[in-house]
């Protein structure tokens, strides 16, 4: 970045403020699934870790204009399939132990 031709240009002050008011609210989330992780049943939580990647893009998309392409779909079902994978293979291990 410093090398580039263009150089650095700060975000605009509505980009920035977004920016903050984005992060802010992904920390306060997080922070809150963290807590429930401690106190509630983790089959429970984890549907709701995967809704930020759904969330994430909709914001992007609203607020920056961002659209998905090829690769960040690809890497979000990759993502969401080996949780789900993960969680169904638990359950049949659950469910055979119990028997």
Known sequence: LPFGAHGFDLPAPRDLALI???????LIGYLLLIA???????SAIMP????????????GALLFGETPDLYMIIGSAMVVGSGVYTFLRERYHASKRAA
């Open 20 to 26: 903050v008011v984005i992060a802010s609210c992904g």
């Open 36 to 42: 429930a992780s401690r106190i509630g049943e983790i």
């Open 48 to 59: 709701f870790r995967y809704t930020r990647l759904i969330f994430a893009l909709g914001l």
